[in-house]
């Protein structure tokens, strides 16, 4: 990835309204390919966007093997663009759009609902019956030169930040809310379970927001390296914890996560298992007076989210371990896919010449 790329100040190659563009394709299980498409243009309230960073995680992964929850409950559909993490920059904003304006990077929401129903009055727009979420339900994500998205979905990202920091708005969003229901109390103790890009996330925000003694479980020798760099512990045997959150989509990880929560704790599941059944000690659930309970996406928090980011603890730059072109992009994905020991964050440039 060049410093071009980083900053913005490269476009899609050729600007003529004639000119097709590059998109990455999921059109069936385990395959994907890169396919030109007519250019994109916004319409009334939506921007045009120019995607300068994109991050890839397990979610992509499992619209790729088709294993993804909505995938198989009819929800989404292939063929699709994924990437919904993502930083980009503005191209175009007609002029009934308030909001961001051309030249201006951004970040975008994941969950956009309709706007008009109950859930989305009450601000929990990710529940919405007609919601779509960014290359994951219909609508086309950021793995390409360029994309449409809603004004209204859209966050302009703070003065100084890199973009390479702020290409894990999502996940931070998404692990920001995760530590927000989990109610970790100032200077109380917590365990994460998964050290990946949101297990990460999820410690440092614990320790950057509420100053928790940080644990986690995670076999992974390098990704434990890296959270111990942030001032997380190992777990010894037999200890308690106020919190638990389980971050690795492992079932094998909330059976563990659940044996070390203490009496009346909270244990707050982001991860998902691809539906690998999961066994519960419910008998010791109700025995404990514990909650367990689940958290989808982020909404409400990306005003705070983006204020974390790049200040303190929560610099997740250092994360990436791999960046790839637009035209390298089926390389990548296959990379994650591979779950090779060691790998952390897989970033995606669209705006990088392929042969760079």
């Not at 707050?268 to 999961?278: D, R």
């Amino acid at each position: 990835m060049t410093s071009n790329a980083l900053t913005g100040d490269s476009g899609p190659a050729g600007d003529g309204p004639e000119r097709g563009e590059r998109a990455l394709v999921l059109d069936g299980p385990g395959h994907c390919e890169i396919a030109v498409r007519p250019r994109s243009r916004a319409g009334p309230g939506e921007l045009l966007l120019a995607p300068l960073a994109v991050g890839l995680c397990a979610t992509d992964v499992e619209l790729l093997e088709g294993t993804m929850v909505y995938l198989r409950t009819g929800k989404s559909r292939l063929p699709l663009v994924p990437g919904h993490e993502w930083v980009a920059r503005v191209l175009d904003a007609p002029a009934d759009t308030r909001g961001p304006s051309p030249g201006d990077v951004v970040v975008g929401e994941c969950s956009i609902g309709c706007a008009r129903c109950a859930a989305c009055a009450s601000g929990a727009y990710h529940q919405c019956a007609r919601r779509r979420e960014t290359g994951v339900v219909g609508l086309d994500g950021a793995l390409a030169e360029t994309m449409v998205f809603p004004a209204r979905s859209a966050h302009a990202v703070p003065a100084g930040t890199s973009v390479e920091d702020a290409v894990f708005a999502e996940p931070t969003a998404v692990a920001l809310r995760a530590v927000l229901r989990s109610s970790c109390r100032p200077g109380g103790s917590a365990l994460v379970v998964g050290g990946g890009t949101v297990g990460w996330l999820v410690s440092a925000i614990l320790m950057d927001l509420v100053h928790a003694d940080v644990a986690a479980l995670e076999p992974d020798a390098d990704r434990m390296d890296r959270l111990r760099r942030l001032g997380v512990r190992g777990s010894s045997d037999g200890e308690r914890f106020d919190v638990v959150v389980e971050a690795s989509g492992n079932p094998a990880g909330l059976t563990s996560g659940l044996a070390r929560l203490a009496p009346r704790g909270r244990c707050v599941v982001i991860g998902l298992s691809g539906g690998e059944p999961t066994p519960v000690d419910v008998d010791r659930l109700v025995v404990d007076d514990q909650v367990l309970l689940g958290s989808l996406g982020s909404p409400g928090v990306w005003p705070q989210a983006l204020g974390l980011l790049g200040r303190g603890r929560v610099r997740p730059s250092a994360l990436i371990t791999h960046r790839f072109p637009l035209g390298r992009a089926p390389e990548a994905l296959q990379l994650l896919r591979a779950r090779a020991p060691g790998l952390g964050k897989v970033v995606v440039a669209p705006q990088e010449p392929d042969q760079g």
